[in-house]
């Protein structure tokens, strides 16, 4: 059974550009949750989706933003960038999206914003 | 490889020795408490959980400790390996279950 997905691994952008990031559950998960994981900051919460709606969203500026499909696979957005978003991003999926049962990471993405 | 946590604190015990790693949580409302670790370029992988009507729970060569009292939890790893090298986490559970509240982490390194 295939694990959750990130894509791409490694990210270098400029100061202002936008970024996407990309999670693909496990395949039967329907919820896709999103972390952030700075030195300084540790691991924080962003946004939580579940059948295409998001449930929850953590203390980020509106720069961050999410969405999730119909195949329940997730994107994230982060608009003008900062040095500060320099991060590794973490997805985790799950069934229902408890964290309980089944709560999963992915590898993440590492984002370095220059 | 890539660092996690530059400025965490570290735990250094001997391969065969036990490991304590302890943390403080936030919320006296949280029910669910889980240890994760997390090994360079990967992400945090589950090693036991606990909920909150517990005090103690068991796995395999870990036990994770509970006291709801002073809002402490602790992991112990017996008998540590080099493999159990790595960064861990506390994570806390909020009321609704749907998201995760982590602790700043632990380094853990084993010499051989």
């Known amino acids: 059974k295939a694990g959750v997905t990130q894509t791409p691994r490694y990210l270098i952008k400029t100061r202002g550009q936008q970024v996407t990031l990309s999670c693909s559950p496990i395949s039967g998960h329907r919820s896709v949750s999103w972390y952030q994981q700075t030195p300084g900051q540790g691991l924080q919460f962003l946004f939580e989706?579940?059948?295409?709606?998001?449930?929850n969203k953590g203390n980020f500026p509106g720069r961050f933003s999410g969405r999730q499909f119909s195949n329940s696979r997730s994107e994230m957005n982060v608009s003008t960038l900062e040095l500060g978003d320099s991060a590794l991003y973490l997805c985790a999926s799950s069934p229902t999206g408890v964290v309980n049962y089944g709560y999963t990471f992915g590898s993440g993405t590492r984002l370095t914003v220059v | 490889g890539e660092s996690v946590g530059l400025h965490l604190p570290t735990l250094s015990v001997q391969e065969g020795d036990n490991s304590i790693i302890n943390c403080a949580y936030s919320?006296?409302?949280?029910?669910?408490f889980i240890w994760y670790k997390q090994e360079s370029g990967k992400g945090p992988q589950f090693i036991i959980d606990i909920r909150s009507n517990m005090d103690k729970r068991q796995g395999q060569r870990v036990t994770v400790l509970l006291n709801k009292t002073v809002k402490h939890l602790s992991l112990q790893i017996a008998a540590t390996q080099p493999g159990d090298s790595a960064v861990y986490f506390c994570?806390?559970?909020?009321?609704?279950?749907?998201?995760?509240?982590f602790g700043a982490g632990t380094i853990l390194r084993v010499k051989s």
């Open positions: 919320n006296s409302a949280s029910d669910y």
């Open positions: 989706y579940f059948s295409e709606t998001q449930r």
């Open positions: 994570a806390e559970s909020s009321r609704d279950g749907n998201k995760l509240v």
